[in-house]
């Protein structure tokens, strides 16, 4: 009898494998989440966002930019474009989700519905209008939770810097947001990573020097020339590959031969 009562379980555990991997795609995408600084046509005229390099770097995966000029975690989740990616991602797919520069700034006295509730917890804020606003945290770790529901893999990237060499001397402090990521990543748990992308791009100019970082920046401080993009892209997959990141395994690339130290 004992016997009989498992070769039914086994013969469904049989069934069910095979019916997960029919839900991955044949190959996965990585769909990218962020603002300017990473999407197609950048901040403008003469400016390009690094999302549009990342594909140069992978193999057997479709990258998706679905990044969005303007856009704030707010926002971003607002608009219902989180909710989109959760309903698109299969089992098996990535996002990358890259976000600061338009989440600073104040609720008061008006709200460009971008900026959050400065918080790296459950606080929440209330504008003028009587809008709700939550944390960076907040929003970022309920879109990653709900990405990972779906089998999703999450790489939460800290925001890239302004021109670090914009006085000619090339510096860089993290913005609060780098620290937001560390939180979210821990909120959200298994499946989703880090990549410090602010450190590693700040790292590279500094390597770069001046001269050559200014020439990334044909308009303002914070969105780089196509050649600009493509060391921020690659500071972004060096940052990946010194982690052992999961996504690492489809780099096209080895660590040694992208330029910068792991930090
Ligand atoms: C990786 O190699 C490809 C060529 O196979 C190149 O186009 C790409 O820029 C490289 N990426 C990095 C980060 O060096």
């Given at each position: 009898m004992k016997s009989v009562a498992i070769v039914p379980t086994l013969a469904v555990a049989?069934?069910?494998?095979?019916?997960?991997?029919?839900?991955?795609?044949?190959?996965?995408?990585?769909y990218l989440a962020g603002d300017s600084t990473?999407?197609?046509?950048?901040?403008?005229?003469?400016?390009?966002?690094?999302?549009?390099?990342?594909?140069?770097?992978?193999?057997?995966?479709?990258v998706v930019n679905d990044a969005v000029a303007g856009r704030s975690a707010?926002?971003?989740?607002d608009e219902g474009r989180?909710?989109?990616?959760?309903?698109?991602v299969a089992s098996g797919d990535w996002v990358i989700i890259e976000f600061g520069h338009n989440d600073g700034g104040s609720l008061s006295p008006t709200d460009n519905g971008r900026s959050d509730c400065v918080g790296s917890g459950s606080e929440t804020c209330t504008t003028a209008a009587g809008?709700?606003?939550?944390?960076?945290?907040?929003?970022?770790t309920n879109a990653a939770k709900a990405l990972l529901a779906k089998g999703a893999k999450v790489i939460i990237s800290s925001p890239t810097p302004d021109n670090t060499c914009e006085s000619g001397t090339c510096s860089y402090t993290?913005?609060?947001f780098t620290a937001y990521c560390k939180d979210v990543v821990e909120n959200a748990g298994n499946g989703a990573s880090f990549v410090d992308h602010g450190q590693y791009v700040a790292n590279e100019f500094n390597a770069l020097g001046a001269t050559?970082?200014?020439?990334?920046?044909?308009?303002?401080?914070?969105?780089?020339?196509p050649i600009g993009a493509n060391v921020v892209a690659a500071a972004f997959m060096k940052g990946l590959m010194c982690n052992n990141d999961p996504l690492a395994t489809y780099s096209k690339n080895t660590t040694a031969s992208i330029a910068g130290s792991c930090i």
């Open positions: 049989a069934f069910a494998a095979p019916a997960k991997d029919i839900e991955k795609r044949a190959t996965p995408h990585v990473m999407a197609l046509g950048g901040g403008g005229t003469s400016t390009q966002g690094w999302g549009v390099y990342l594909p140069y770097s992978l193999k057997d995966v479709t707010r926002s971003y989740t989180f909710t989109t990616l959760v309903n698109t809008v709700v606003v939550q944390t960076y945290v907040t929003y970022l993290p913005s609060r050559v970082v200014n020439s990334y920046y044909p308009k303002d401080h914070t969105h780089t020339s």
